[in-house]
Structures are given as structure tokens and as C-alpha cells.
């Protein structure tokens, strides 16, 4: 079992950076193959970007960060994790949700997301996405194909289709909200590849109207005991002594051995996986430097900086979906994940970062009521993870050019590996664990054992 310690004890073998999933799953491989390990965090808590709180508001906890599962096939890893440590899984509301698109300035309710006089350009979009998705093997690693093309913003790929107004704003606010940004940040390539795997562009897109359980259906259930469970069940398997509240400074690969230095003094240790988010890896001192493709992509950090916010909310009689681009920017998604009698929580994702004072209230109810007539915000939970110095941005969404750089990013270098969901095109949790794993197996190769 795992255990908390107030200062590093006596001779370690590995030093795992950084607490997230990433560095449980590295550091539960790494112990239970018989060696030392050192987990350095520099938060007074672990779990890193997916961090839950019991208990926030009327009895409900929130997850600031992560929280919904994908589906077996894009999460295998995750899913292995919830079966066997038989993690409750929370499908959200069961009720008929009622759907709600916001374009080009007017609000519709109903399955069909753009008006009818739009029905033509939305099966353009469709069959354009189809058409650019076949070019993918969705078997074959997706850094292995040569897609360059495809690695570009959408608004390149969809020039010349002449799309309606409705059907273009709707479509950005999905880009928004999978990629955490404005539509001509992100690479078009990770959503290409999700829609390769289903088969299906519906059922890889927020348009297959989710009419049972909207954010379940769309990216997956969430935890019922929250993502601190799964992050326990994957740290039971550890015994890694835990240092917390402890800020790594410089890394120095002197050949033999790697001295850490953090704000609690140096460690010296065999190896070291580094599994720090990109975005922050320039705070930390490297000898000998970090690799030109790391170096590229720390400077870049990850596309996604847009705010996920939690709303608890009263006069909400139905569970809703409510999906667009408010006038004056607000929320590109919200949707219910829990609702009962006129009470609801409410899971947005903001249309650009700080396009919306989320610490005002009465703000963040302005805007969901363009969706929502009447509905009362009563509380507000939302972290600025763009703005944490210990995370700079908050998902693993791909920029173009980065999906051909990651691999040669992650690679190894001397006693250093490198492992974290920003190195993989697997996203959230599912790159966290998959990354903490192949870094574990490289720092055995390293101590030869
Ligand atoms: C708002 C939001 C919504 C998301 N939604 C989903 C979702 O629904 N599903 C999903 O699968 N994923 C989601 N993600 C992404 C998911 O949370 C992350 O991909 C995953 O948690 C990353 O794990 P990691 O171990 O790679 O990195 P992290 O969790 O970031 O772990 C890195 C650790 O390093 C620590 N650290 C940083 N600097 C230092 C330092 N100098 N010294 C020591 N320690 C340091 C950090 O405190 C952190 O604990 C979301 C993320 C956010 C923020």
C-alpha cells in the first residue's frame, strides 16, 4: 500500500514526477516489479487533472477536472480499471431530454439540430466528415499513417462545402467543445480518427441527439464515487512512498544516476519517469536538455484552455442538451448529468477561455438562460486549470503537426522517460494509463530488470 511521507527516506530507484494517473499507473508497475519508488507532487493532494470533491454542494460532489469515461473501445485500459474494482458507474438521468441548439441568433428545441432549409448543408457536413474519416485505418496507430492533410484546422478542410450558417456555427461549437478551443486552433485530425473507429459520424459527433442520457451518451458515463476512486483503485496497487506539496525544480541526468531537485532538497535515484503535464515541463530545469520534439510541444503546452463549469441549478423542469454559440460567446455545451423534480446539475463547457466571468453568477445564469429560459443558477464550480501552474491547460487535444511529433516527444532520454495523456492520441485518462505503462516498462529496460 502506498504511503504519504514528510521527507524523502533513505536510497530510492525510480523518482515518478507528478502524481496523476499517470504516475500511479508508473509507479504501481514499478513497485510491484520489487523496486523503490518515490512519487514527487507538488499539489497537497494526487489525481492531478481529475480531482473529485464530496460533498460541494446539496449533498453533490464535483469533479473539477475529468470525469466522463469513453467508451470500452477508445478507453480499454480505463474500462479494465472499472471492471475490476467493480467501480459504480453514473449513466445520469434516465428522463426524455429535451434538446436545445442555439445559431445564427435563434434557439430551436427538438431532435434536428439545424433548421429544414438546412437539411441539405448538415448532409453535406456528414458526408464530407464520412468521406474524410475513410482515409483513416482505424486499426493502425493514427502516427503511423500518412495523413498530413487531415492534420489541419477545420476551417481548412471544410472551405468550398458553402455551409449554412446554422450548420457551420453548430458545428464549431462541437469543435469547441471536444478540442477546449476556438475551431482554428485545434488539428482536425483526432476527431477524423474518433469517427474512423465508431464507423460512424453520428455516433462519433454531439449531433446523434442524445435523446436519453446527454453527456453519457455523447462522451461516456461518469464515476459514481467520482474519479478519486478510480485513481484510488489504481494507487491500491502501489506501493510507492508519496511525497506531497513538493515542487520539482531541475532534473540532472549525470549518466550514472539522476539527481531531482525539488523545493524539499535533492533526491538521487536510478530513473526517473517525468509524467508532468507539457505545459508546465519549461519551469522544470533538464540536463542534459529536453529532446527539440519536447521542447516543441512544451512551448506549444496543449490546445484545450476553454472552462468546464458545474452549475447547480433550480427551475429546470426537464433534463436538457443544450448545444451552440450564444450571442457573445457563453456556453458551446451544456447539458444536465443529474436532474430530479425542478433541480438539476448542470456540466457546460465555455465557447472560448474567458469569454464568460464564471465568477459572476449572475453571468454564467445570463448565459445558460439564452438556452434555458427562467433557469436559477443557485452555485457555480469551475478550476482555471489554463491558469494552474501546475497543469496550464486542462485536456490532451492535439494542435496541427503535434499527433507526427508526440511519439519522438515521449521517447526516453538517457534515465529520463516521459509519460502523461499530452504524449498520447489516446486523450484524457485512457493516454494517462497507457503512457504511465510504457514508461514503467522503459525504466526497467533502464535498471536492467
Ligand atoms: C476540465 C477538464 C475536463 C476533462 N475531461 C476529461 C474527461 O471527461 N475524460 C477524460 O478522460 N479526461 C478528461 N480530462 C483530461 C484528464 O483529466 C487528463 O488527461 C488526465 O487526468 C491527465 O493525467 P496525467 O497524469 O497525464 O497528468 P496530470 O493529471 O496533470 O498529473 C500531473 C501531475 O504533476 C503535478 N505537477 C505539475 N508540476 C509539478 C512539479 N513541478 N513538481 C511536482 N509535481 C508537479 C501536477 O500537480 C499533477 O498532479 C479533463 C481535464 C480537465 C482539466
Known amino acids: 500500500m502506498h504511503r504519504v511521507v514528510e521527507k524523502p527516506e533513505g536510497q530510492y530507484d525510480v523518482a515518478i ?61 480505463t474500462w479494465k480499471e472499472i471492471d475490476a474494482h467493480g467501480l459504480a458507474l453514473d449513466w445520469g438521468s434516465l428522463e426524455p431530454t429535451k434538446l436545445i441548439w442555439l445559431s445564427a441568433g435563434e434557439r430551436r428545441v427538438g431532435p434536428m439540430p439545424v433548421p429544414l432549409d438546412e437539411l441539405a448543408s448538415f448532409e453535406r457536413l456528414i458526408l464530407h466528415l464520412s468521406a474524410l474519416a475513410s482515409r483513416i485505418d482505424p486499426h493502425r496507430p493514427i502516427e503511423e499513417q500518412d495523413v498530413s492533410e487531415l492534420d489541419v484546422t477545420w476551417p481548412t478542410l471544410i472551405e468550398g462545402l458553402a455551409l449554412g450558417p446554422h450548420t457551420r456555427e453548430l458545428f464549431a ?9 476556438p475551431w482554428d486552433v485545434p488539428s482536425a485530425l483526432p476527431l477524423l480518427h474518433t469517427i474512423a473507429k465508431s464507423g460512424s459520424v453520428s455516433a462519433a459527433t454531439f449531433f446523434a441527439a442524445p435523446y436519453d442520457t446527454p453527456m453519457a451518451r455523447t462522451l461516456g458515463p461518469q464515476l459514481a464515487d467520482g474519479t478519486g476512486a478510480l485513481h484510488a483503485a489504481v ?78 441549478v433550480s ?67 469551475w478550476h482555471d486549470w489554463a491558469g494552474d501552474e501546475f497543469a496550464r491547460g486542462t485536456w490532451s487535444y492535439l494542435r496541427p503537426g503535434q499527433t507526427a511529433v508526440r511519439p519522438k516527444a515521449r521517447q526516453a532520454r538517457g534515465r529520463v522517460t516521459f509519460a502523461g495523456s499530452d504524449f498520447d492520441a489516446r486523450l484524457g485518462v485512457e ?19
Not at 461549437?173 to 478551443?181: C, E, F, K, M, R
Open 17 to 77: 514526477l507528478g502524481g496523476g494517473f499517470a504516475g500511479a499507473a508508473a509507479s504501481r508497475r514499478l513497485t510491484q516489479a520489487g523496486l523503490r519508488v518515490l512519487i514527487i507532487e507538488a499539489r497537497d493532494r494526487l489525481a492531478g487533472r481529475m480531482w473529485t470533491q464530496e460533498q460541494f454542494f446539496d449533498g453533490h460532489a464535483v469533479e473539477w477536472g475529468g470525469a466522463f469515461m469513453l467508451d470500452r473501445l477508445s478507453y480499454p485500459l
Open 173 to 181: 461549437a462541437h469543435i469547441v467543445t471536444l478540442a477546449g478551443d
Open 235 to 312: 494507487m491500491s496497487g502501489s506501493d510507492a512512498e508519496v511525497l506531497l506539496g513538493v515542487k520539482v525544480t531541475a532534473v540532472e541526468d549525470a549518466g550514472e544516476s539522476v539527481r531531482v531537485q525539488t523545493t524539499a532538497g535533492d533526491v538521487t535515484v536510478g530513473s526517473v519517469v517525468c509524467a508532468l503535464p507539457i505545459g508546465v515541463l519549461s519551469n522544470v530545469s533538464f540536463t542534459p536538455e529536453l529532446s527539440p520534439e519536447l521542447q516543441s510541444l512544451a512551448g506549444q503546452g496543449v490546445a484545450a484552455q476553454a472552462e468546464k463549469v458545474t452549475m447547480f
Open 315 to 381: 427551475n429546470c423542469p426537464e433534463p436538457f442538451y443544450a448545444h451552440g454559440i450564444p450571442e457573445g460567446g457563453g456556453f458551446a455545451t451544456a447539458s444536465t448529468t443529474f436532474h430530479e423534480g425542478d433541480r438539476a446539475i448542470v456540466v457546460g463547457f465555455t465557447s472560448e477561455a474567458g469569454v464568460l466571468d464564471i465568477n459572476d453568477t449572475a453571468a454564467v445564469e445570463r448565459s445558460l438562460q439564452q438556452y434555458v429560459p427562467g433557469i436559477k443558477v443557485e452555485a457555480v464550480a
Open 431 to 449: 493516454g494517462a494509463l497507457h503512457t504511465g505503462g510504457l514508461a514503467a516498462e522503459e525504466v526497467l529496460g533502464i535498471l536492467g530488470r
